[in-house]
Every structure is written in structure tokens, then in C-alpha cells.
DNA sequence: ACGATGACCCAAG
DNA sequence: TCTTGGGCCATCG
């Protein structure tokens, strides 16, 4: 059971909805991860099963090797990139969505 | 025990 | 907006 850690943050990305993104920095926070470094090692390690395709970056972008993929499936969710950047203040997965949608005059 | 590596994040220039 | 540097934690040789 030392493996909570590696249990929370696959449900964590498990739980992510299509269409919908979140970050590695999000996860290890939900996950009671001590750092978002340990998220990529666990979806590096197990996260063939899991969603990691909806798991970006904090400034919107997806890791270097994957990132074709990355982009692919995330277009086949309903997600659109821009220059293989998503814009996460659009996509960004919320379990308790505090406000996104600012004023419109307004930043 | 130690150094290097990795699907990271943030602040500063 | 992009690049650099430091910090971060766990795993591997």
C-alpha cells in the first residue's frame, strides 16, 4: 500500500472527462503528489491504461517526444491546439471549477 | 552512498 | 513571448 501515490494519480487522470485537460502540476496536487515530477514517472511507468494524452503541461503544451501524439488525440477529443499549444483557460479540467470565464472586457 | 536522468514548475531577464 | 537557471522528488547504474 506504499503505492497510494501511484493509485491516486491514475485515478486522478482516469478521472479526466474527454475533451477536457489537465496538468501534471493539478494531478500531483490532487494526487497528494509531493511533485509534479512523479506524475510523468507514473504515466511513463503505468499510464498505458490510463488518459495521458489529456495530461499536458502548465503553460498548455505536451511533452516533446509524445507530443504528435499528444495533439492527435486531443483533436480527436474535441480539444483544439494552436502551434501544438492548447489553451488550457479553455480545456483546463476543474474538479471544482472556481471561475474561468472572466469578463469579457476584461482580460 | 553518489551522480545522472526524467512525460515538471516557476521566477527572472 | 521565448530562453535560462534553480528547485523539485524518485529511480537507476
Redesign the pocket.
Known amino acids: 500500500m506504499e503505492e497510494e501515490?501511484?493509485e491516486q494519480v491514475r485515478e486522478i487522470v482516469k478521472s479526466i472527462p474527454a475533451g477536457r485537460v489537465a496538468?501534471?502540476?493539478?494531478v500531483?496536487d490532487l494526487a497528494k503528489?509531493?511533485?509534479?515530477?512523479?506524475?510523468?514517472?507514473v504515466?511513463?511507468?503505468d499510464?498505458?491504461d490510463?488518459p495521458?494524452?489529456r495530461?499536458?503541461?502548465?503553460?498548455g503544451t505536451?511533452?516533446?517526444?509524445?507530443a504528435e501524439e499528444?495533439l492527435q488525440r486531443l483533436r480527436a477529443e474535441g480539444v483544439i491546439d494552436d502551434?501544438g499549444?492548447v489553451d488550457l483557460r479553455k480545456y483546463r479540467w476543474e474538479e471544482a471549477v472556481k471561475d474561468e470565464d472572466g469578463p469579457p472586457s476584461l482580460f
Open positions: 501515490l501511484h496538468t501534471y502540476g493539478d500531483a503528489a509531493p511533485s509534479p515530477r512523479m506524475v510523468g514517472q504515466l511513463n511507468g499510464g498505458h490510463l495521458w494524452h495530461v499536458l503541461r502548465a503553460n505536451c511533452a516533446p517526444h509524445i499528444q502551434g499549444k
